[in-house]
């Protein structure tokens, strides 16, 4: 959106001013905030649903909206929450890698612990205004398994999990090296960890095929697979 478009509240309640550019409105249960933005309402003022809060602040070009319930941050946009809201728009798995300390290994010789990462993003449906047209999100969920000559050898483990909140200290947990946010007129890239050091030694040597799972809030997903060798005991 461009600096200057008002921006209105959601819902009943009382205004905070959280910071200069930051307002929040408590309503009860229910508290939601949007940054960067000049406020328009005095802090502790009631405010009704679609009154003017204030208009985006130069030069953000866009609004952090988010949503609280009972102390808690949850997805504004997920099923049966905001509406009307739709999202046909799929995630995209980029690529899946083993690693192991930040260097990528060959898959057809896996052996001792290693790291699983995936590069997943998903496109906004609504396409941002310049500079942040080229901006990508990140999945709601990420999950994978291991097959061996079809059938499981490991079952779907869902290690990343946005639909509840993550604190800021498990960053480094989440995101592998490589991760960048967005910037203006470039978009970011985001590379997480399915696993820490597997242990490749609990499955026997052989050929494997890894297959990883990228999902929304509204049940768009994407699949992805990579085929690979143990060979612990070569």
């Known amino acids: 959106m461009r600096d200057g478009t008002p921006v209105y509240a959601v819902a009943d309640g009382i205004a ?67 509406t009307p809201w739709s999202d046909p728009t799929s995630p995209r798995i980029a690529a899946i890698s083993f690693e192991r300390a930040g260097r990528a290994l060959r898959p057809h010789a896996l052996f001792a612990d290693v790291d699983v990462v995936v ?15 080229a901006a990508i999100l990140t999945p709601s969920l990420l999950r994978w398994r291991v097959l061996h000559r079809g059938r499981i050898a490991r079952p779907w483990h869902t290690p990343i999990d946005f639909r509840t909140f993550q604190r800021q ?18 978009p970011g890239r985001y590379r997480f960890f399915l696993a820490h050091q597997w242990t490749t030694s609990l499955l026997p040597d052989g050929h494997y095929r890894l297959e990883a799972e990228a999902a929304d809030e509204r049940g768009n997903l994407a699949r992805a697979g990579l085929e690979f060798v143990l060979a612990n005991h070569v």
């Not at 590069?119 to 047209?133: I, K, S, Y």
């Open 16 to 82: 905070r001013h959280e910071n200069p550019s930051a307002v929040s409105v408590d309503g009860g249960d229910v508290v939601f905030g949007y940054w960067h933005i000049a406020p328009a309402v005095r802090h502790r003022e009631r405010v009704r649903r679609h009154q003017l809060l204030g208009r985006v602040l130069a030069p953000w070009g866009h609004v952090h909206f988010a949503e609280r319930r009972r102390g808690q941050y949850v997805d504004p946009l997920r099923p049966r929450a905001l």
């Open 169 to 186: 200290e498990r960053f480094e947990a989440i995101y592998a090296s490589g991760t960048r946010q967005n910037r203006p007129g470039k």
């Open 119 to 133: 590069e997943a993003h998903d496109r906004p449906p609504l396409r941002p205004l310049e500079p942040w047209g």
